[in-house]
C-alpha cells in the first residue's frame, strides 16, 4: 500500500524501535477523557502509530477506529479485539458524520494539515462529543543526565527538528484549536528504564533519525559517553517523567471557518 504524498513520514523507517521505545499514557488520562463523554460507542484514534493509545481507549469504548497514515508504523499496532486499524491521512479518514464521541490525537496533531482536519474531526464528533490532541516535552531524570538529554536536543540536533514541532515546544499554547474547551487536570508520563531503554527511546527522536539520514552520524551515540557518565551503573532502573500538555473541547455549537 502507497503511503499518501502529502503524508510527513518520520516514524516509518523505526517503526519497531518506536513501538518499543516510546512511552506509555497513564490510564488515568483515558479515565478521564472517558469521564467527559455522554456515549461510550465509538472513539478515534487518529495518527495511532503503534496503537497505545487506542488500546487503552477499548477499556472504555465498544469500538476503536485507530488510523494512521504509515503502513509500517500499523504493521507495529498492538491488537485488540475491538480497535480496528485503518491506513488513512488525517483529513481523509471517511468517518461517518455525528458518529464519534471522543476524537484523540497522541502527539501527533502537530503533522497535520489542519485546515482539512479540524472540519473532519468536526463533522464526525456526535452532539457533545469530545476532542482531545496532546504532546509531552522533553524527559526528566535528574539535573545530571537532564543536562545531557538537553544538549542532545538543542545542540547537537536543534537545526533538524522539523518546524511543525514548535507546537510541541510551546506545549500546544499556540496550536489552532477551535472547540469549546475545557481545562484538562495535569497529567504526566513515567517509566522505569535502563540506560539502554533511555538511548533505544533517543533513538527514536525524529530530529535523531534526521541527522543520521543526512550526516551517517549517529547523533545519541555522540553524547552516550556523557549520558552514561551522569547516568551510573548501566543496568540501575531509573524513574523517567515526561511532562503532558492537554488541549480538549468540544464540539461549537456553530461552526465557524476561519478567515
Not at 7 to 35: M, Q, T, V
Not at 113 to 140: M, Q
Not at 177 to 194: G, K, L, N
Request: with cysteine; proline share 7%; aromatic share 12%.
Amino acid at each position: 500500500m502507497t503511503v499518501h504524498p502529502e503524508f510527513k513520514d518520520y516514524f516509518s523507517a523505526d517503526s519497531a524501535a518506536y513501538a518499543e521505545f516510546r512511552p506509555r499514557y497513564p490510564e488515568a488520562l483515558f479515565d478521564w477523557l472517558s469521564s467527559l463523554c455522554l456515549g461510550h460507542d465509538l472513539a478515534w484514534d487518529v495518527g495511532t502509530g503503534n496503537g497505545q493509545a487506542a488500546v487503552e481507549l477499548a477499556r472504555h469504548f465498544v469500538q476503536v477506529i485507530a488510523t494512521d497514515a504509515s503502513p509500517t508504523q500499523l504493521a507495529h499496532a498492538a491488537p485488540h479485539q475491538r480497535v480496528l486499524y485503518r491506513v488513512a491521512v488525517a483529513g481523509e479518514a471517511g468517518m461517518e458524520a455525528a458518529s464519534v464521541d471522543l476524537v484523540t490525537v497522541a502527539q501527533a496533531v502537530h503533522w497535520f494539515d489542519r485546515e482539512r482536519f479540524w472540519p473532519e474531526v468536526r463533522d464526525a464528533l456526535a452532539l457533545n462529543g469530545v476532542v482531545a490532541v496532546w504532546c509531552y516535552g522533553l524527559l526528566r531524570v535528574d539535573p545530571a543526565v537532564d543536562a545531557v538529554v538537553d544538549h542532545l536536543y538543542e545542540e547537537v540536533l536543534g537545526p533538524w527538528w522539523p518546524p511543525d514541532r514548535t507546537l510541541v515546544v510551546e506545549s500546544y499554547r499556540t496550536l489552532d484549536f477551535p472547540f469549546r474547551e475545557i481545562t484538562a487536570p495535569p497529567f504526566s508520563m513515567e517509566a522505569v528504564w535502563t540506560l539502554r531503554d533511555l538511548a533505544g527511546y533517543l533513538h527514536t527522536w525524529s530530529a535523531a533519525r534526521r541527522y543520521q539520514g543526512q550526516t551517517g552520524e549517529n547523533a545519541v551515540a555522540l553524547v552516550l559517553p556523557q549520558l552514561a557518565h551522569a547516568w551510573g551503573d548501566p543496568v540501575m532502573q531509573r524513574t523517567i517523567r515526561w511532562p503532558i500538555a492537554m488541549r480538549v473541547g468540544r464540539r461549537p455549537v456553530r461552526w465557524l471557518k476561519r478567515s
